[in-house]
């Protein structure tokens, strides 16, 4: 089998956390799957060289492959740019044109990283979270939208807007994923304000009835950012609208220590679409210092939910544990004196030795 992989390193730290997670795709996938990597211009790069944040070569390449997988865009430079040309829309189009609505946020809190969480151990303990966060829709989408004069005055507007079919299908995937883990649904949502939500609750309860095995709750925006800080272990799957998870999603890397640990998935679509959840770190970008472990656990992701490689996927995720458990950290994790500090690239080695060594190791796990 072979698996047409469009790689999009984009900008800032992207393409240095990609490059380990595509050597560490290679390793495993070595002997069971013929990986076939096309490496693509997307963001302020792809802006600069071709004009455009996503080239039309770059979009029909994706829509012929597998599998889309994106390192990061953005960056400080391309903020004053009009929105057309900016990093972030051609990130946008390309989510809408691969179709995938179910951006998948899976953020644990790892015993070994317990010190890089603000959050106290007894806090943290247990918590395994998984974000299902709907990625096409939502004010990120909605229309109109713009700048105008109202009343004399500019104005600024984006419009919250979600249909009946739209919620379906997202809570539908969080009831399924939900079954394979602790059973339990919280759909986040703002219904003592927005009518959006309103719709979005209604809509949630009536898709429950489907999966009488699933325990549904709803929780409020606020209060909801406010327990996943003080009672993180009390969720297990959350399906949110696009915004909230946005926001919610960057919260939760709080339990994990860093930003730099979160993959990502996005699911339902035509073609699916990874991309750790850190974004380009300008201020980090060419130093050869950037996490490349929520790259590396994309990839995981990859072997997961397109290549169906599911022993694959764990190998991964066991050796990026082992690695941290060793005590090697990149300069966003290291906390204690006696952990070793090490590279982008030395990490991405370190995953690839921590796999061949459980290789070598027989287990009847
Ligand atoms: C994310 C990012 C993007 C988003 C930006 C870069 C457009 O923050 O993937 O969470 O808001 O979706
Ligand atoms: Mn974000």
């Known amino acids: 089998m072979t698996l047409k992989l469009a790689v999009l390193p984009g900008d800032g730290i992207g393409p240095e956390v990609t ?45 012929a492959s597998d599998a889309v997988f994106l390192g990061a865009v953005g960056g400080p430079e391309f903020d004053s740019l009009p929105r057309a040309q900016k990093p972030e829309t051609g ?10 609505f179910a951006n998948l946020r899976p953020a644990v809190a790892y015993g070994a990283l317990a010190a890089c969480s603000p959050l106290r151990p007894e806090v943290l303990r247990g ?24 009343d004399g005055v500019e104005t600024g507007f984006n419009n919250m807007v979600y249909s009946v079919p739209e919620i379906e299908r997202v809570a539908h995937v969080a009831f399924q994923v939900a079954r ?24 949630v309860i009536e898709v429950a009835k489907q999966y009488p095995d699933v325990t549904l709750e709803h929780q409020l925006v606020d209060s909801a950012a406010m327990r996943l800080v003080t009672a993180p272990a009390s969720f297990d799957v959350v399906v949110t609208e696009n915004l909230f998870g946005d926001i919610l999603s960057d919260e939760a890397a709080a339990l994990t220590g860093s930003l730099g640990m979160l993959p990502s998935a996005t699911v339902g ?11 380009s770190a300008p201020d980090i970008a060419g130093k050869g210092i950037a996490n490349p472990l929520g790259a590396i656990a994309t990839a995981a992701m990859i072997l997961r939910y397109t290549a169906n490689c599911e022993q694959e996927a764990r190998s991964i995720e066991q050796a990026i544990l082992a690695v941290l458990d060793s005590g090697c950290r990149t300069a966003d994790l290291k906390r204690a004196a006696n952990e070793r500090l090490v590279s982008t690239e030395e990490m991405g080695r370190l995953v690839l030795e921590a796999i061949d060594k459980a290789k070598s190791r027989p287990t009847h796990a």
């Open 180 to 203: 394979g883990r602790r059973k339990k649904v919280t759909s986040i949502d703002k219904a003592n304000v927005l009518e959006v939500s309103q719709l979005w609750r209604r809509v």
């Open 91 to 100: 990130l946008l189009a390309i989510r809408k044109a691969l179709g995938g």
């Open 19 to 63: 490059r380990q997670a595509v050597r560490v795709l290679r390793a495993v996938t070595e002997g069971k799957l013929e990986l076939q990597v096309e490496e693509l211009p997307i963001g302020g790069n792809a802006v600069k060289k071709f004009g455009a944040p996503l080239p039309d070569e770059t979009l029909q390449k994706c829509l």
């Open 269 to 279: 679509g035509k073609i699916n679409f990874y991309e750790p959840i850190h974004g």
């Open 127 to 150: 918590a395994d979270i998984l974000f299902v966060r709907e990625l096409l829709g939502g004010a990120y989408f909605g229309e109109p939208r713009g700048f105008a004069q109202r």
